[in-house]
């Protein structure tokens, strides 16, 4: 058997001689190249004139004959069976991927639409997905009947598509290549290694130690999700295509001269064309525009069948009726005068099928088509005999003698079971049962003195890189289910397996679904019967909480993972109030298995800020670190990853997104905080925003601009100093409109106060203008504010249009009272008011500009004072901002009043609105927060070895309530909270913006 040429990869015809396979599953046969070409296993160059190397025929692994000794990369075709616990892919959408070789076909990527995996980065051509190894990293493997010190996490080894400049962390020398796909990588600690030195890597080497993300990640020892058939998709909440099989069959993409570039020729480079023309032909379907495309097909391909020599025959092989009826075929050339024996083990070779070849039998597809009568092929002449369609390649039906065939031999793998081997192989026949199984299992795992009654069968399909599971009765038949599967395809047949299995879920009785987008402010009854109203008594959950009612969001816990998987299939496609309900399956953290020396990193990334940059970073960061640690907030927000890790008694926290991101996860994290083991968790930036003012003053710079590494973001969070970020209620107490309108005796409508937080500064009057208009703006046409840039020029145009048109802000110092800190302030004429808790507003301008002698101090963030300035116009407003001028000073307290005579704008934090007249309280909130200030003065580093596994020295803090950094202790950082008798807003507890107390 041998392979068809013409691959266009140096290949000029094919050496005749014996398939060799190796103990890995490839099957190789001998190659002659006429320019240079590279050995995937040793990257050097093979080429010359006599038989230089060998090339599977079925995933294109090309090598030297020197290298088949060593060879350690299995076939895609066996490597799905070697996989101990398979996890499926978080597949993205299909688009064009340059740079990058397949993990299947092992071509590259360009030209071709393909996807890669969210978490792990496995890139496939679209047409590749039916042959996906499931081998996506597995991010929780928590095990009760381990302890911390028992606990060790392996290599997530990826083959290919290393960064340049990698070295083998065993022999020290080069094991990337730009031209193949070759090395191996852990996609978590980075180490690389050539793949025949994967065996002799020294022993403290063969433990992920997740290199210099050690102090921030999240060990996956640490995470356990309920067992269930929901994928870690509905877990961490990836926005994935959805998998769509018939896009695997469809017409393929093709250059101009009509040869398919996705995938290789014995899995149908033309034969997949071929195919999509049968299924136009049945359906009736005439695409006229592709009948050039597919007349160059058919001459490229009469003209291969010219030059191919004249004993040898290519034909379709289909592995059941699953894949007939789908068009999913492999081709193989054999001789015309090929033995049925030989045709039956070349079929059985394409799909790589283990099993005896007696156990299998051939049909052919066009005489069963025709109507005859289905007969086996045999011999004499079987190649010759077959029917023959103009303009079509014979095709064969690799098919199981599932009537003939009552006994077998299935795979059982133990999950997470205390055994000496991982798994075995266990006989069967049409009358052995589950029970009968289990039984066999458990005396073979030497596990015989634990009761039948307590275990349970688990059949596990891998199928186009998706893992689904299905639990057998005790009364049913393993090998009846087996060959059933057989039937349909025979390859599927091999890539289903038996995992025995303990029936109590590991995960424990308390499986959490968070639930959101009900409506805000309801009581705990009220929550509970919207939801009884879709569940059943069979479905009903134990427990309802933590409720967070200004969210009108909630976790519902269940005693049974089957139970929480029924009501999320019910509850993630509900209504209420017409508005999709929002359902999230959530992981559980046990705090025990995390190292006391880690400190993991939640990171919640705002996809939606400023320049849209978020989907990239959250990309990274899932790759880089363990999956569930990383949450879009498009996704329910900031609470669900707070409600993971709520056990944890330290963590860290980093925000990518603007400062209004910033502010809401600070606003969650008090709403959680009573909840929680650390209520108060240092906070680092990645700004995404436009203003980024709260990142520029903690040294994260003014805008993520996409070409900085996310490897080196997180170094910087690694080395980080904690700081303290002072915080300020605002009360806004609107005046009744049947009490006069006097400062002092009006009489206040406490019911309809509202109270805000405020982290970064608080305007009125013309700023809020501006902002207000910015605002709707952007409300009015979301879609078109997508970047930094124009998100400053439309601020630009209102800022222009306000200098021109009427001014509503004009004499705002005749329409308002301020007193601070008990005394009244004497206003300059001015058009706004801005009150700063730190030195950045309006994009990084410094509107109480540079220090000077005078009666003010020295202002910063954790002094417990306010700095209030005043602008006089549009234009003074530009001045400040392009740094030539700097706001008028007014004057700094820590208590401020503001009455007013008539309807302002305002805002705080960058939310605008018109405030009605009445007063403004701005106070010291008993509300903490801890930021992270990124380290001015950095050694460089050279990441030329991204594998470097760098020693982790845990640095301990003598006293954990002060920061590593804390402020100077003088005069300006007592003035804070004074124990004075609490009013209104000092009862505050992080209310929502405009939420009514």
Known sequence: MASDSGRGDGVVRTIKTTTIHDNHGHSFT????????????????????????????????????????TIANPCVGVAATLVKNPVAHCWTEEKSIKGKFCNVCRKKMQEVPGSRCEVCDYFIHEHCQEFAVPNCVEGATYDPWKALPDVTTSHNYREGNLPPNSKCAKCRKACWSPDCLTGMRCCWCGLTV???????????????????????????????????????????????????????????????????????????????????????????????RDEKDFNKLKDKEKQKEKERESDEEAIKVYDGYNSLRKRLFRTITVSKNASKDELLRASMTAFVVTQESQNFYLLDVYAVCDGDREEEIQDPYPVQRLVRKEGRRP?????????????????????KLRVATPSLTIPVSSSITTEQVIGEALARFRLEVEPVEKFQLVKVTLESGRVTESVLNNGDIPWEVLKRRGFESVRLMELTRFYLQLKEDPHGPNVALFVGNLPPNLNEKQYETILLDYLDDENKFSSIGPIYYEYGSMVITFDSSNVAVIAYEILKNRLFDDKKLLVIMLPTVEPSMVPLRVLPLLIFVNVKSGGCQGLELISSFRKLLNPYQVFDLSNGGPLPGLHVFRKIEKYKILVCGGDGTVGWVLQCLDNVGQDSQCSNPPCAIVPLGTGNDLARVLRWGPGYGGDEDPLSLLRDVIDAEEIRLDRWTVVFRPISEDTPDAIGSAQMNEDNAQIFVMNNYFGLGLDADLCLDFHNAREEKPEKFNSRLHNKGVYVKVSLRKMLGRRMCKDLHKEIKLEVDGKHIELPPIEGIIILNIMSWGSGANAWGPEKDEKFTKPNHWDGMLEVVGVQ???????????????????????????????VPVQVDGEPWIQPAGDIVVLKSALKATMLKKRKHKIKRRNTEPHMILPLVPVANPNPEVPNSAPPTGSNSGQGYTGRAPNLADLCDSPSHATAV
Request: glycine share 6%; with cysteine.
């Open 30 to 69: 001998k190659k002659t190249f006429t320019r240079p070409i590279n050995c995937h296993h040793c990257t050097e160059y093979l080429w010359g004139f006599i038989n230089t190397g060998f090339l599977c025929e079925v995933c294109n692994f090309l090598v030297h004959e020197k290298c088949l000794k």
């Open 873 to 903: 116009g549009v234009v003074h407003l530009g001045q400040i901002q392009s740094g030539l001028r700097a706001a008028i000073r007014i004057v700094q307290g820590s208590h401020i009043k503001i009455h007013m005579n008539c309807d």
């Open 194 to 288: 050539h793949s025949s030195c994967m065996a002799t890597v020294p022993e403290e080497m063969q433990v992920c130690r997740f290199g210099c993300l050690e102090p921030i990640f999240l060990p996956p020892t640490a995470v356990s999700i309920p067992r269930t058939q929901i994928s870690q998709v509905n877990f961490i909440g990836v926005k994935t295509k959805e998998s769509n099989i018939h896009n695997l069959y469809s017409l393929p993409h093709r250059s101009d001269d009509g040869k398919n570039l996705a995938i290789s020729d014995d899995w149908s480079s033309t034969g997949a064309a071929e195919a999509s023309r049968e299924m136009e032909e049945q359906m009736g379907i005439k695409n006229r």
């Open 395 to 415: 095709a064969i039906l690799l098919g199981l003698r599932d009537n003939e065939n009552d006994y077998g031999v299935i795979k059982v793998w133990a999950r």
